[in-house]
């Protein structure tokens, strides 16, 4: 038969057990170095006795520096948790803040459209007021300034077709005048032809005057 499985549990005998102590000790203190020898791994292994004396293992006999080491990546590990503690608490906190702030306006703004106000007490109701007196005035005043400011880019935009216009006409005129000018220097040229042929068709005729001419010369 095989052996059976030893129960866990505080051995009695006070020699069972320290044998018991040693026998396990010998074989932890083995495991630790074969580990570290194995996946080159940093060991520190501690165990004290039941009377307080004390049995260790560390990889390369330096104990001190992978305490040290333990003690970094415990107050890391710390740290990092109270940090990401903290910033959830700051979310958490925000984004009530966030939260409550955005009922307000859209409670303010129901209440700027007229609804939600049968609850409102009188002096609630006056602030109400007040604010959409003011709101009105800023209003006002935004339109007016607008309104100022389109009539006098009209006006300007007015004034520079009128330029544009006078530019035209001034254009349109001299065009006119120089027209008028060629028409004019036309028709002189034409009287002036129309009077040099009659002497010429009088040379031609051997003395014989035309009807025409004759009433010419009598004038």
């Given at each position: 038969?095989g052996?059976?499985?030893?129960?866990?549990?505080?051995?009695?005998?006070?020699?069972?057990?320290q044998v018991t102590?040693s026998?396990?000790?010998?074989?932890?203190?083995?495991?630790?170095?074969?580990?570290s020898?194995?996946?080159?791994?940093?060991?520190?292994?501690?165990?004290?006795?039941?009377?307080?004396?004390?049995?260790?293992?560390?990889?390369?006999s330096?104990?001190?520096r992978?305490?040290?080491?333990?003690e970094?990546?415990?107050?890391?590990?710390?740290?990092?948790?109270?940090?990401?503690?903290?910033?959830?608490?700051?979310?958490?906190?925000?984004?009530?803040?966030?939260?409550?702030?955005?009922?307000?306006?859209?409670r303010?703004?129901?209440h700027?459209?007229g609804?939600?106000?049968?609850?409102?007490?009188l002096?609630?109701?006056?602030?109400?007021?007040?604010?959409?007196?003011?709101?009105?005035k800023?209003i006002?005043s935004?339109?007016?300034?607008?309104?100022?400011?389109?009539?006098?880019?009209?006006?300007?935009?007015?004034?520079?077709?009128?330029?544009?216009?006078?530019?035209?006409?001034?254009?349109?005129?001299?065009?006119?005048?120089?027209?008028?000018?060629?028409?004019?220097?036309?028709?002189n040229?034409?009287?002036?032809?129309?009077?040099l042929?009659?002497?010429?068709?009088?040379?031609?005729?051997?003395?014989?005057l035309?009807?025409?001419?004759?009433?010419?010369h009598?004038e």
């Amino acid at each position: 038969m095989g052996r059976g499985r030893v129960q866990l549990k505080r051995i009695e005998n006070k020699i069972n057990r320290q044998v018991t102590f040693s026998k396990r000790r010998s074989g932890l203190l083995k495991k630790a170095h074969e580990i570290s020898v194995l996946c080159d791994a940093q060991v520190a292994l501690m165990v004290f006795s039941s009377k307080g004396k004390l049995f260790e293992y560390a990889t390369e006999s330096c104990m001190e520096r992978i305490l040290e080491r333990y003690e970094r990546y415990s107050f890391t590990e710390i740290q990092c948790a109270t940090d990401e503690i903290q910033q959830n608490g700051n979310w958490t906190w925000e984004h009530a803040k966030l939260k409550a702030r955005m009922e307000t306006l859209q409670r303010n703004l129901r209440h700027y459209e007229g609804e939600d106000i049968q609850n409102l007490s009188l002096r609630e109701l006056q602030n109400l007021e007040q604010q959409l007196d003011s709101a009105l005035k800023r209003i006002r005043s935004k339109k007016n300034q607008l309104m100022v400011e389109s009539i006098s880019e009209l006006q300007k935009k007015d004034k520079e077709l009128q330029e544009q216009n006078n530019i035209l006409a001034k254009k349109e005129k001299e065009k006119t005048t120089v027209e008028q000018a060629h028409w004019q220097l036309n028709n002189n040229c034409q009287d002036s032809s129309s009077m040099l042929l009659p002497l010429n068709i009088s040379s031609s005729n051997s003395g014989v005057l035309l009807p025409w001419m004759i009433r010419h010369h009598l004038e």
